[in-house]
């Protein structure tokens, strides 16, 4: 879940993708495929794309990857594996991707995992609790690599 | 390596050591991490930030385990081995 977030951040912001729900400044620096013009294997993954978010458009970063239609029929079916219930919940999934998209500064990742979250329950004091563990946690990891502090906990510590 | 001496437990003043029993018992450990005695350094930093952290982790309207995931996520992210 963390290298699909971080690596759909990284095509989003690199390429300039308009975010999909704050009102975006951005002119994407590539085309983007319109969804009447794609193959209906593409537009089949699309549908399910705006199903699984509730969405009634397609999220940018993936009509990029409509590109190679077969690219993105595989990375989007890894990417809805990982973020469906399983051990770990929808909702706590993306709250995690939030934070991974505030840590990593992705304007689109913010956009696109704050509102799933909110859909699937965010309240705003779970915001504001979230939004503190990443700042606490951006402050000791910045200090324990500027010292380069050696981790002390036992790998095996709380192992289940 | 630390470029920096971290400061033994038993090295603070004891004021921050019953705060290092406290972070110990937090945890359920038996030792004092090298972030918490590194932070005491300077006492007038690290206690607050200690109690900021402390309150920020408690179960609340997330659990504490769902903010050690996120505490996990952003040292993921920040490549922070620590």
């Known amino acids: 879940m963390a290298g699909t977030t971080h690596a759909v951040n990284s095509v989003a912001d ?3 993708l308009p975010l999909d729900f704050a009102l975006s400044p951005r002119l994407a620096a590539v085309p983007l495929p319109e969804v009447g013009e794609v193959a209906p294997e ?3 993954v699309f549908d399910e794309i705006m199903t699984f978010y509730a969405m009634d458009h397609v999220p940018a970063v993936y009509r990029w990857m409509a590109r190679d239609g077969g690219f993105l029929q595989g990375y989007w079916r890894a990417v809805r594996e990982a973020f469906s219930d399983r051990k770990l919940d929808r909702l706590t999934k993306e709250i995690l991707a939030f934070a991974a998209s505030m840590t990593a500064k992705s304007d689109y990742g913010v956009d696109f995992h704050l509102r799933e979250a909110r859909r699937l329950g965010l309240s705003d ?3 504001t609790e979230a939004v503190e563990v990443v700042q606490l946690f951006n402050t000791v990891t910045k200090i324990a690599d500027a010292l380069q502090l050696q981790p002390d906990f036992p790998h095996t510590v709380g192992k289940r | 390596m630390e470029i920096v001496h971290v400061t033994e437990a ?3 003043t004891p004021e921050d050591q019953r705060f290092c029993e406290a972070t110990k018992a937090w945890f359920k450990i038996d030792f004092v991490p090298k972030m918490s005695r590194v932070l005491l350094t300077i006492p007038e930093f690290g206690r607050p930030y200690g109690r900021a952290s402390r309150r920020a982790m408690m ?4 659990t504490r385990a769902q903010k050690e995931l996120i505490a996990t996520m952003v040292s ?3 490549v922070c081995e620590y």
């Open chain 1, 42 to 44: 593409v537009k089949a």
């Open chain 2, 59 to 62: 179960d609340g309207a997330l």
């Open chain 1, 14 to 16: 690199g390429l300039r």
């Open chain 1, 125 to 127: 004091p779970m915001l």
């Open chain 2, 76 to 78: 993921a992210i920040n």
């Open chain 2, 10 to 12: 038993d090295e603070l």
